[in-house]
């Protein structure tokens, strides 16, 4: 049986009708290899301008909930999730540089014995498996490491030089005016040390660690000399 046949038949089981813009969807879908909500909907609006995200999310989750597609976060911040037919690809996995972005697809066969690890401890069929890894590329790491805002210590001052992450935690990062050249003063962390609150901008905002891990900086001329 086909992707298209199975996904139909779970479309129909929800109690949902397989209209055109699914049929639209399921043919986009089963064309890549992976694709994320955004992207499929970005695709379909190409050939019918009427489908709605919502209408593109909804059909992912029948499809997921059937079995029919596999899912898998595609960044450490959980920001991107990725759906894709074949089985096999549920085995890929990805590695982000949290300085320039590059994204590193990768396999293991611990993940499998993982799976069969946690079922026997949980007493339960572990069908899929969610794991991200990220750090700095070989690239990068050959780089001279740079200061990050994680590492900004209370009353510190530092100007912002680069902005890491990628898509939308990078927008959302510069949309609240985390942008190169802002200075940025660390005032305190939250009790357990996370999220972290800082003054950018004459404005006053929390950002978790690993957002903060991204941002790369420089400590203030006042801060470097004291």
Known sequence: MSFQEQAKEAIRASGGR???????????IAAHDEIDAERLHQLAVQQDATISLPTVY????????AHVITSRYFSTDHERKVYSVQAE?????HFTCRRCGRVIPF???WIEQLKRELGAQLGAEVLTLCMCAGGLCPDCR??????????????QTAIVRHIGGQGQVRRRLMDMGLTKGAVVQMIKAAPMGDPVEYR??????????????VIEIELTQQETSA
């Open 18 to 28: 397989i209209t055109g813009q699914r049929k639209l969807l399921l043919d986009l």
């Open 200 to 213: 950018v901008r004459a404005y006053h905002l929390s950002l978790r660690k690993s957002e903060a891990a």
């Open 142 to 155: 050959e780089e001279k490491p740079n200061m990050t805002l994680d590492q900004l210590q209370a009353g």
């Open 107 to 109: 396999q293991s066969t």
């Open 89 to 93: 690809l549920e085995l890929t996995f």
């Open 58 to 65: 909804r059909t992912l989750h029948t499809l997921e909930d």
